[in-house]
Structure formats: structure tokens, C-alpha cells
């Protein structure tokens, strides 16, 4: 089955840990994202990468950090510099073009107690 | 930077009731335009998407949007709605050159039986 994994499902952390979310692909796609869903705010751009080894911050880099070391996986890292951090967090991954689709994972609840 | 206004953020109809979600953007060139769709613990999906030609786009389920240039909207139809409809609806733009989508806030549509 073609498509995005993320891992866990909800995750509960203490207030000053980093954390660090999976997100996994099997679709060969060379984009890969992750946003941020609050309610009543939709998606936020967290991170972008559109090759290996390269990434852009989106609207809400700030602590949150990311790496890209393989076509398939785009690790997203919620730093303890990153001042509101519960919250969903949706990866996602696309072909390269603005006129392709983003397919997204089922998400991961993150929860900072 | 564009960006992407919902401006229902809770809508409530009754079975074959007629629906319209408004979204309206910023952005003064050329935009692509989604319509994703996230039913309660599923993944976002795609409805439909629009690049260029017939402004009016047909997607899954029996929906519609309308792209309307001279009113930077892209409303999203259809003309009798069933409970499984039931779900919250994400207006999303980017631009040709990037792949930085921008999603609206999300309107929950809630369909009674």
C-alpha cells in the first residue's frame, strides 16, 4: 500500500524535552511537508523540503527543527524553544510542481504536559 | 505571500439541504486552487483542484467549485447534502513558481440525518 506513515499516532511529552515525530513515504515523491492544525486555524507550514538535504522554513519555523537525509523520511523535531508546542501535526509529500496535490499522513497528536 | 480566507467556520444543514462554502484569496497573479476535505479520524483528502480552464471544476462525491478571477473566490458547492458529508473542508492556494501551499482556517460542515 502506496502512502505517508506517521508515527506515533499521539505522543505525550514534559514541558522542556525535545521530541521528535516520523514521518515516512512510499510514494517516490521528492516534496515533503509538515504543517501544524490548530483549531479554527487551519494549516500552518511548519517545514518544507523538496530534495535531499535541502529545506525551507515555512510560516512557524521557530522551534521546530527538521532534517532530510532520505527521499523517504522528513523527521520533524519540536524543540523545547517552541513556546506553544501541543498541538496535530500533519505531514505531508507531493510530486515537485505547484499543480500536484499533497497527500497527507494521518497526523500525530502531540501533547506537552 | 498569499493567503486564504473561510470565512464560515461552522456550518449546520439538514440532509438534501443545498450547500455553499465560501473562500476567498489574496494574491494578485496566477494561483492554483484546492479543496481538501478531512472527515473525522481520516486523513485529508483532495475534492478537487483548479489550474486553469472552465472555471467551473467538477470533483468527488458530487462536489463543484467555482473559480471567479474578479472576485479572488473559489467557492465550493453542492446541491444536496447527506450525512456523510459530515466533515471539515480546507480552501488551499499556492502559486505556480513554489510549492508553498496556504490553507484557509477550515469550515466544519455538520449534516443532520
Known amino acids: 500500500d502506496g502512502g505517508i506513515t506517521q508515527s506515533p499516532k499521539y505522543l505525550f511529552r514534559k514541558e522542556g524535552q525535545n521530541v521528535t515525530l516520523s514521518c515516512e513515504q512510499n510514494?517516490?515523491?521528492?516534496?515533503m511537508y509538515w504543517y501544524r492544525q490548530d483549531p479554527g486555524q487551519g494549516l500552518r507550514l511548519i517545514y518544507y523540503?523538496?530534495?535531499?538535504?535541502?529545506?525551507q522554513k515555512g510560516d512557524i519555523a521557530e522551534g521546530y527543527s527538521v532534517s532530510r537525509e532520505k527521499k523517504e523520511s522528513f523527521p520533524l523535531t519540536v524543540t523545547s524553544a517552541q513556546k506553544n508546542p501541543t498541538a496535530f501535526y500533519l505531514c505531508?509529500?507531493?510530486?515537485?510542481?505547484?499543480?500536484?496535490?499533497?497527500?497527507f499522513g494521518p497526523g500525530t497528536r502531540l501533547t506537552v504536559l | 505571500a498569499q493567503s486564504v480566507s473561510q470565512h464560515n467556520h461552522h456550518v449546520i444543514l439538514s440532509e438534501a439541504a443545498s450547500l455553499e462554502l465560501g473562500c476567498n484569496y489574496s494574491?494578485?497573479?496566477?494561483?492554483?486552487l484546492f479543496w481538501y476535505v478531512q472527515y473525522p479520524g481520516q486523513h485529508l483528502q483532495l475534492l478537487l483542484k483548479?489550474?486553469?480552464?472552465?472555471?467551473l471544476v467538477k470533483g468527488i462525491k458530487g462536489f463543484e467549485a467555482e473559480f471567479i478571477k474578479s472576485k479572488f473566490s473559489f467557492n465550493l458547492r453542492k446541491p444536496s447534502v447527506q450525512w456523510s458529508d459530515t466533515a471539515e473542508y480546507f480552501c488551499?492556494?499556492?502559486?505556480?513558481?513554489?510549492?508553498?501551499?496556504?490553507f484557509g482556517a477550515g469550515t466544519r460542515l455538520t449534516v443532520k440525518p
Open positions: 505531508a509529500s507531493s510530486i515537485i510542481g505547484s499543480y500536484n496535490e499533497q497527500f
Open positions: 510514494l517516490n515523491h521528492d516534496a
Open positions: 523540503s523538496q530534495i535531499v538535504n535541502d529545506f
Open positions: 494574491y494578485g497573479g496566477t494561483v492554483n
Open positions: 483548479y489550474f486553469s480552464g472552465d472555471p
Open positions: 488551499a492556494v499556492n502559486a505556480p513558481h513554489n510549492n508553498d501551499m496556504r
